[in-house]
């Protein structure tokens, strides 16, 4: 089983202005890095569960619901009375988002690590969940003490970020313990502490492969897909052509549709990762990127179901 551990969030997003000058109203979205990740995998068919701390609130009630329908085990959540975290999104005329976040005692933060996840094959965490304390260092701990695949996506938010060079020293701790490192160009260029630029990502992805992660996948928007392989190729894949609406949950469908074409494909560990070879990785690539334009081609983070895609090859 994939298990994945992070928040669940509602994002709420503008709807078009009905008047001049005037923003649209503020549209409810579930969401959340994690669990875009955990929605995807579930629709796609692969066995998964979420890891998380949802409100007992009417937003927490929708979540937990669209888990459900979305085949999304929920037998490690845990439920509190805190509210749920809120994303206030705005969008750039490209469809791309830029989030506000309400976290302050919300119950995500107050996620308490299990004493093991037995069942657990691969386990995918990133995003808020390792930014926002005390919830950041029990996800650390369960990062750290189970025996499974590990998959990280930082999906860098610096707005939360107090102290980046912190932050970036905290995830470069956490590189010997990743299997598999997937994060945006954006992101990459930002953790790396360079100027803006493509090779700068890249050079970054390379020099992270060598200290810990069997492969390093980039995203990078209308441009595909990249990863650094275990022997360090660099595999690229075009995107596939799409028409953007938004491009929320994007790199969170990549993450979720890529385990479950490795988890489909028998990976359970960083040796099966180092063995894939570049056939494998062009494949894989491509199934994320296209599971990936489905959802920029809707509202929202609304990953496909395996229907919409076909098998996983």
Known sequence: MIVV????????????STLDGEPG???????????????????LGTPVSFLSRISTDDFGDALVERLTVSNVDASYLQRGPEPTTLAV??????????????????????FEAPSALPEAAILSLGTLSLVLEPGASAYEQVMRRTGALIALDPNVRPVL?????????????????????KLSEEDAEWLAGKAPGPKDAVEAAREWQQRGPAAVVLTRG????????????????????????????AGDTVQGALLSWLYTKGVRS???????????????LRFAGAAAAITVSRAGAEPPFAAELGPII
Do not use: C
């Open 5 to 16: 551990a992070g928040e669940a969030l509602v994002d709420l997003v503008p709807a078009k």
């Open 25 to 43: 109203a503020l549209l409810p979205r579930l969401g959340g890095g994690p669990y875009n990740v955990a929605v995807t995998v579930g629709r």
């Open 89 to 110: 999104t705005s969008l750039g005329p490209d469809g791309s988002a830029r989030y506000t976040f309400y976290a302050e005692g919300t119950a995500d933060r107050l």
């Open 161 to 181: 970020i107090a102290d980046a060079d912190a932050y970036r020293a905290r995830f470069e701790s956490w590189l010997p313990d990743v299997g598999l490192l």
């Open 222 to 249: 209308s441009k595909g897909l990249a990863v650094v392989t275990g022997p360090g190729e660099l595999i690229e894949v075009p995107a596939t052509e799409t028409n953007v609406v938004d491009t929320i949950g």
């Open 270 to 284: 960083s040796e099966h990762l180092r063995a894939l070879d570049g056939q494998a990785w062009r494949t894989a």
